[in-house]
């Protein structure tokens, strides 16, 4: 597999250079060399990669950890961590969030190749998988919803409402809760005890979740408030034709929410469906 875009971040300058170097050599595109968070970020964002190789140790207030932590809440990109060190806590913190290789320096050409191939073919494997879970959610059960929601979102449609939540509720529970659990798994015990640890997970999770549906989305801090933000509506003319709709993913969201225990719950603010520039869910 050659010609897939990759993303450096390296503080070191010869070092990256050799990287480069090595990477053309074995037929990758290189799209760009950074050496700091913020870069890295930016950059991630605007070129999205298929694979970024990222130094542990980076100049400036984030460290390569966060920096993948703050990607992976807004795109799903694979990740490769470049890192002299081999210290048991770093490589902790590494692992929660969820690399896909490591490469210690100083490392050959042919460690390379075989840790991006690997990673590249475990991404799409992910990324097929999650094509099945969303045509497995969205089959019958979607079809369901289309048929079943009212056209009108009037006091008569109370039970209906009521019942649909119900039924997705339950179809949610089913679906998903075991690709949530997956995640928390590499928490440790005592950030699993922590709330702020706990709530960037989920909402990391959430993320991904949608994103899976075609729905972009991402987290908002503003004025102290949390709030996840959808850019997009895959299903518009549903959502605006049947008012109910925009219950799906409202529910998603609030029955999610109970898995963490969190004293936390999720309301709607607006919607792209009631005219809304986006679909705003505010965490109280």
């Given amino acids: ?8 971040v390296e503080d070191e300058l010869i ?5 480069e170097s ?7 595109e290189v799209i760009d060399v950074v050496d700091n968070g913020k870069d890295a970020i930016d950059r991630a964002l605007e070129t999205k990669p298929d694979l970024i190789l990222m130094d542990i140790v980076l100049k400036g207030e984030m460290d ?3 920096v993948v932590r703050r990607i992976n809440s807004t795109m799903d990109v694979p990740v490769i961590y470049l890192t002299a060190y081999s210290d048991d806590e770093v490589i902790q ?11 210690l320096k100083p490392f050959k050409k042919g460690e390379i190749k075989a840790t991006i191939e690997i990673a590249l073919q475990r991404h799409k494997s992910e990324m097929d998988m999650r094509d099945i879970l969303k045509q497995k959610i969205f089959s019958d059960f979607y079809e369901f919803l289309l048929g079943a929601m009212p056209s009108s979102a009037d006091e008569s449609s109370h039970e209906a409402k009521k019942m649909l939540l119900n039924v997705f509720a339950e179809r949610i529970d089913e679906d998903l809760k075991p690709f949530f659990k997956d995640r928390i798994e590499n928490l440790t015990p005592e950030e699993k005890n922590d709330p702020v640890t706990l709530f960037e997970y989920y909402t990391s999770w959430l993320v991904d979740m949608f994103s899976r549906f075609g729905v ?5 801090l503003f004025e102290g408030k949390n709030y996840i933000e959808f850019l997009n509506c ?7 034709n049947k008012p109910f709709f925009c219950l799906n993913c409202h529910s998603m969201i609030k029955r999610s929410l109970k898995w963490t225990k969190l004293d936390i719950d999720a309301h709607k603010m607006t919607t792209i469906a009631e005219g809304g520039q986006s679909c705003v869910f505010e965490f109280e």
């Fill in 22 to 28: 090595k990477l053309q050599e074995l037929g990758y």
């Fill in 216 to 220: 972009q989305s991402k987290i908002v």
């Fill in 93 to 103: 913190r590494a692992k929660r969030t969820e690399p896909y290789g490591y490469i």
């Fill in 234 to 240: 895959p299903w518009i003319e549903e959502a605006v």
């Fill in 64 to 66: 390569g950890i966060e």
């Fill in 15 to 19: 070092v990256a250079m050799n990287i």
């Fill in 1 to 8: 597999m050659t010609g897939e875009r990759i993303l450096v």
